[in-house]
């Protein structure tokens, strides 16, 4: 099952190893939203766990999710962390030139 970086945000949030848990989040989420395009993007995910996620491998993929997230949300806080620490200038190009 292929996810893009928004449904994988969604997922960390609000699954939880209950798979019947988590869809039933899932559909109360596109329940409780408003903007139509928002309401339709969040029943799609809905659907896709729900239809594309088998329950006896649910707990592998719950893992799976929480650690890949975990990494990328650690990557991220490096990566600021690099950009506030480098004394890097827009101008410094023109200066040479």
Not at 11 to 34: E, S
Not at 51 to 65: A, M
Request: hydrophobic content about 40%.
């Amino acid at each position: 099952m292929n996810l893009s970086i928004q449904e994988k945000k969604i997922l960390y949030a609000f699954a939880c190893p209950n798979y019947h848990n988590t869809v039933t989040r899932l559909k109360w989420l596109t329940a409780l939203t408003v903007d139509p395009k928002a309401k339709r993007w969040m029943l799609g995910l809905a659907r896709k766990m729900e239809n594309e996620v088998e329950e006896h491998w649910y707990p592998c993929f719950y893992q799976r999710l929480r650690m890949e997230m975990a990494k990328y949300y650690e990557a991220k806080k490096y990566l600021r962390m690099v950009e506030k620490s480098t004394d890097f200038e827009e101008d410094f190009y023109d200066e040479a030139v």
